[in-house]
C-alpha cells in the first residue's frame, strides 16, 4: 500500500498569513494527488484535484503544486473560515489511502 | 443539485451486520463509479470500497475485505454497503461519494460527499 506522510500534524497561523501543507507519498504517484478540506461537523469537500487543478468554487487562495512523491497545498492568504483539518489522497492505486490530515488552527 | 444521502447508521452489537444506503440525485447515477469512506471518532479519513458504474467491478480495503460488500441499483440512483461480522472497530461515521475523473489520464478523485451515516457497534 502507499502510505501518506503529511506534515504538519497541525499548525496555528493568523490572517492573512501564507500556509503551506505538505504530503508525501512513500513511492511515485506522479500527479495523482487531491487535497481535501473537513469543516469540523461536516462531511469533506474537495479542494485541489491532479496535484494542482482547483476545484471549481474553490476560492483561489488555495493552490495545491508537486509530483511524483512530494506535494504541497498552499493557502495564499489565510481567513477565518479556513479553519478546519486538511487531507491529502493519493489515487494512483488501490488502496486510495489518506495522510492523517493538517488541523489548522487560526491564532 | 448533486446530491447523495447516506442512511442506515444504527447502533448494532459485535458480530451483527448492516447495511448502509446511498441515495443520489441531481447526476446521472449509472454513468458514475462510486466510493465509500469512512472517519472513526476523533480520527482521519479511512477509503474502503469502490464500485464501478454498472457494478462489474469492484475493489476493498484490507481491512474491510471479506466481510463488507460494495453493491449498487442504477435503476434507483442507489449505493450501498453490506456490512457484516461488525466489531468496535467498525465504529465511524460512513461517507459515500462520488469519483470524477480529470485529463487525459483520467486522475480519479471524488467531488461530492453525502453527509454520513453513523455506525456504532457496541454491546
Redo the contacts between chains.
Keep these: 500500500d502507499i502510505q501518506m506522510t503529511q506534515s504538519p500534524s497541525s499548525l496555528s497561523a493568523s490572517v492573512g498569513d501564507r500556509v503551506t501543507i505538505t504530503c508525501r507519498a512513500s513511492q511515485s504517484i506522479s500527479s495523482y494527488l487531491n487535497w481535501y478540506q473537513q469543516k469540523p461537523g461536516k462531511a469533506p469537500k474537495l479542494l485541489i484535484y491532479a496535484a494542482s487543478s482547483l476545484q471549481s468554487g474553490v476560492p483561489s487562495r488555495f493552490s495545491g503544486s508537486g509530483s511524483g512523491t512530494d506535494f504541497t497545498l498552499t493557502i495564499s492568504s489565510l481567513q477565518p473560515e479556513d479553519l478546519a483539518t486538511y487531507y491529502c489522497q493519493q489515487s494512483h492505486s488501490i488502496p486510495r489511502t489518506f495522510g492523517l490530515g493538517t488541523k489548522l488552527e487560526i491564532k | 443539485e448533486v446530491q447523495l444521502v447516506e442512511s442506515g447508521g444504527d447502533l448494532v452489537q459485535p458480530g451483527g451486520s448492516l447495511r448502509l444506503s446511498c441515495a443520489a440525485s441531481g447526476f446521472t447515477f449509472s454513468n458514475y463509479e462510486m ?1 465509500w ?1 469512512r472517519q472513526a471518532p476523533g480520527k ?4 474502503l470500497s ?1 464500485i464501478n458504474s454498472d457494478g462489474s467491478t469492484t ?4 481491512s474491510v475485505k471479506g466481510r463488507f460488500t460494495i453493491s449498487r441499483d442504477n435503476a434507483k440512483n442507489s449505493l450501498y454497503l453490506q456490512m457484516n461480522s461488525l466489531s468496535a472497530e467498525d465504529t465511524a461515521i460512513y ?1 459515500c ?1 462520488r469519483d ?1 475523473r ?2 487525459g ?1 483520467r ?10 451515516s453513523l455506525v456504532t457497534v457496541s454491546s
Design positions: 466510493n469512506v482521519g479519513l479511512d477509503w469502490y475493489y476493498y480495503a484490507d461517507y461519494a470524477e480529470a485529463g489520464q486522475l480519479p478523485f471524488l467531488d461530492y460527499w453525502g453527509q454520513g
